[in-house]
């Protein structure tokens, strides 16, 4: 489970609870197993759905922080971030009964506690920080900077180093998080210490942003992706994936500057200021050092789409996501702009959750009716085929893929293709 990319899954359950009643337990249990694994390191980023003995992993994997219940121990600020603002979306889902009793239990507070804390030893990484990943820079401790307010992140949210110690779009969307996190604690949790220091983080964050995070760039004013107190900062540069600086408006921080954003997405936007938007025989769309050249994100097209005000751009981003499935109807990571057969991460949910985010407020449509359509038309299929006798034929493999004793089975036992090119057949 990655904190972030569960978030955004369960994200897309809450405003269909109301109709379907029973998806409120397993989103409870998915925000109790985000607080439960955070409460085990709060540094990592994505866990294991079993406890694994640290001993019978790897000398690789024992290098990288790999073992117990951590999967993945990339310190990224976004992870919590997402964690916070996912607490405030259960608490505002619409027609949900008492959504306080999940948020009043202990594990859901000291998560947040846990990693208020720990953003606030981050913002002075070089002091007292214990963190270190062999993947960073100076001895693992990664790229520092001067105190500015602003919370240090080793990793990007592509998991790519980060280049500077300051992520902008990460901190803002931490920001955001912090002022809900706090509404939180005025209506449910009601504890003084967590207050003051969560608010004395938040003011420090808005200071640093507003103080270091705006640049000069060929005469006008941007937003920097990353900076470090010491006048250096990444500009014409945005991460394909989210919080980015393209995603601003979607990221609930309530202080940024309209002008300065159009600005800075007009740069982003463009293949002749940033090197990394992709434009190709295909479809245009921004890409990551994470991948190969001329792979563009399906999620940087996403934060284009559902950040513009322009309906024909809206159009035709959908249009280019629709061309991005890579001939099997699901989302991917990437997908190379001159050849729409050359895709990464064949099993993305974050992408495909993100899919339906997007046809459902920019169309109006509902996927769920469509679903049930589509899942009812397939069951008569095989109803009518052979007179129902190709039934079993079905169910057979079904049952012997489910779970069974609280043993944790992939769903994807296949993992080859994610990270690198996937094989289409023509």
């Not at 000291?110 to 820079?137: C, G, K, M, T």
């Amino acid at each position: 489970m990655w904190i972030r990319d569960s978030a955004v899954q369960i994200n897309v359950l809450l405003p269909r609870i109301r109709k379907r009643p029973a998806l409120r337990r397993p989103v409870e249990g998915a925000i109790r197993a985000q607080a439960f694994y955070i409460l085990q390191d709060p540094y990592a980023n994505g866990y294991e759905p079993e406890w694994i003995a640290p001993d019978s992993r790897h000398n690789g994997d024992r290098v990288a922080g790999r073992g117990g219940w951590v999967g993945v121990r990339n310190f990224e600020l976004d992870s919590g971030a997402y964690y916070f603002n996912l607490l405030w979306n259960w608490y505002l889902t619409p027609g949900l009964y008492r959504p306080d009793r999940l948020l009043e239990e202990p594990l859901i507070f000291d998560a947040a506690n846990l990693l208020v804390d720990i953003w606030i030893r981050e913002q002075r990484r070089n002091e007292s920080s214990p963190y270190r990943f062999h993947e960073l820079s100076n001895g693992g401790l990664g790229p520092t900077g001067e105190f500015t307010g602003l919370v240090w992140s080793g990793f990007r949210p592509s998991d790519d180093p980060s280049q500077l110690a300051y992520p902008i779009p990460a901190n803002m969307y931490a920001a955001a998080g912090l002022e809900r996190a706090l509404e939180l604690n005025r209506q449910i949790w009601q504890v003084p210490e967590f207050e003051a220091k969560a608010s004395r983080l938040l003011a420090d964050i808005k200071s640093g942003i507003e103080k270091y995070g705006v640049v000069t760039k060929d005469g006008a004013k941007i937003y920097a992706y990353e900076v470090d107190g010491r006048g250096n900062s990444v500009t014409d540069f945005d991460d394909a994936n989210m919080p980015s600086l393209v995603s601003i408006p979607l990221l609930g921080y309530r202080q940024y500057d309209p002008q300065l954003y159009a600005a800075t997405r007009k740069r982003l936007l463009s293949s002749r200021t940033n090197s990394y938007y992709f434009q190709g025989k295909e479809f245009k769309g921004m890409g990551s050092p994470h991948t190969s050249h001329g792979m563009a994100w399906a999620l940087g097209i996403f934060s284009e789409v559902l950040t513009s005000t322009s309906p024909e751009d809206q159009a035709a981003g959908l249009r280019t996501l629709l061309k991005m499935q890579c001939g099997d109807g699901l989302m991917h990571e990437s997908v190379h702009v001159d050849n729409l057969k050359a895709c990464t991460r064949k099993w993305f949910e974050w992408a495909n959750a993100l899919l339906v985010i997007s046809v459902e407020q920019l169309l109006g449509y509902d996927c769920d009716d469509a679903a049930e359509a589509i899942h009812r038309a397939s069951i008569k299929a095989r109803e009518d085929k052979d007179g129902g006798a190709s039934n079993l034929l079905y169910y057979t493999p079904v049952e012997s893929i489910l779970q069974h004793d609280g043993k944790y089975i992939s769903k994807v036992a296949d993992w080859n293709g994610i990270g690198h090119l996937i094989p289409v057949d023509t």
